[in-house]
């Protein structure tokens, strides 16, 4: 069933509406709906002949392009209205004129006020005609019909009115959606190649000096190269997440990995200082990857802005929440300006989406970063 359903789907528009016309065709030659008819004028009726299914064809067909071709097809089934009314051809084929009402006023894009005009126009002197034929209608009558026929075009306008609403909305929502993916996208590139660029640059730096000791230049090397390959492998990682199709995988190390980034950051040369208190929660939600973050951040300022000096990382796990506190001896409050600022800001948006508290500033001779996250929060 839902196979022909979607063969029905991918026809044209005007194969779908097509049946609709075909469908009053038939019901015009059901006896049981006679007197029912959709007419003006009040003239007697007369049976069909030969001009009058000519008639006929012309006011039912047309609702097959009363979606594809809105202005034809109204333009079409008025012209079978008129000529039926005038040849006092009473079917229940009048009520396509409704329907291709509804549509127009829907569908049409171009000239919708010429279009309104002619039509009053044209009604206008199809009531005069009927007039002249000897109808009873009178100007009431004639004035009830033509507002039914100016409310189905309103009642079409306000759906017409909707749908644009409505993509418009979607269009906000897509481009709110592109935008914060742009976003999340450079933040999860600054988080991921920043600390391991920092770190390779420190470290080439330091090989410089280290000329008169193979040794030590041999694991300065070695360092940069393993670096290297760290940040090859997590953009590796962040382009498979970004692929359509591939698993939703964490995006970084969770919180018992922190010792790691502590162990490169020190290879770096940076003397790190690293406490970790009580156990974590067995549900953190994204308070982990969060933590790890304001650590990872917190390091490479310090490669950046406190090199060589002490850095003192203290995170502490309880049942409700994680706290992360990275403190360098030196201040780096000014260099951190000067390169933007949007690690910081990406930390504190992060934190903030989770409903915990994110300070960054200056100490007492040095630079601090300090957050609380409530663990069990939104992935």
């Given at each position: ?66 979606r ?27 009520t ?24 009053t ?79 390779m640059?420190?470290q ?69 200082e ?63 300006v ?10 504190r ?9 994110f ?21």
């Open positions: 069933m839902q196979r022909l359903l979607d063969r029905w789907r991918r026809l044209d528009v005007a194969v779908r509406d097509l049946p609709l016309g075909l469908l009053l065709a038939a019901l015009s030659f059901l006896p049981v709906l006679r007197g029912h008819e959709t007419q003006v004028g009040d003239l007697p009726g007369r049976p069909l002949d030969a001009l009058g299914f000519a008639v006929l064809a012309l006011e039912c067909l047309p609702v097959a392009l009363r594809k071709r809105p202005g034809v097809s109204l333009g079409l089934i008025a012209l079978g209205f008129t000529l039926a009314s005038l040849g006092s051809y009473h079917t229940v084929a009048g396509a004129l409704g329907i291709a009402l509804l549509s127009a006023g829907a569908h049409l894009d171009r000239f919708r006020r010429t279009a309104i005009a002619v039509l126009a044209v009604y206008v002197g199809l009531a005069f005609a009927l007039t002249g034929l000897g109808s009873a209608e009178g100007v009431a009558g004639f004035a009830v019909f033509y507002v039914l026929l100016a409310v189905t075009w309103g009642l079409g306008a306000w759906l017409r009115s909707t749908r644009a609403a409505e993509a418009e909305r979607r269009l906000r929502v897509a481009e709110a959606t592109r935008a914060a993916e742009r976003t999340r996208i450079a933040r999860e590139l600054h988080d991921v190649v920043t600390h391991h660029v920092t770190a640059v420190v080439a730096e330091a090989a410089r000096y280290l000329t008169a000791a193979p040794e030590r230049l041999d694991r300065s090397l070695q360092a940069v190269g393993e670096t290297g390959r760290r940040a090859v492998t997590d953009l590796r990682h962040l382009l498979d997440l970004l692929e359509p199709g591939r698993g939703a995988e964490p995006r970084t190390p969770p919180v018992g990995r922190l010792l790691t980034l502590v162990e490169q950051t020190r290879q770096a040369g940076q003397p790190v690293f406490t970790e208190q009580g156990t974590p929660a067995a549900s953190t939600g994204s308070a982990d990857l969060v933590a790890y973050r304001v650590v990872q951040e917190g390091l490479t300022n310090a490669l950046k802005h406190a090199r060589s000096s002490p850095t003192r990382v203290v995170v502490r796990h309880r049942d409700s929440d994680i706290t992360v506190e990275v403190a360098s001896e030196r201040s780096a409050a000014g260099p951190a000067s390169g933007g600022g949007r690690g910081l800001a990406g930390l948006e992060r934190v903030d989406l989770l409903g915990g508290e300070e960054a500033g200056a100490t007492e001779g040095g630079f601090a970063i300090r957050a609380r996250i409530p663990a069990g929060g939104a992935s």
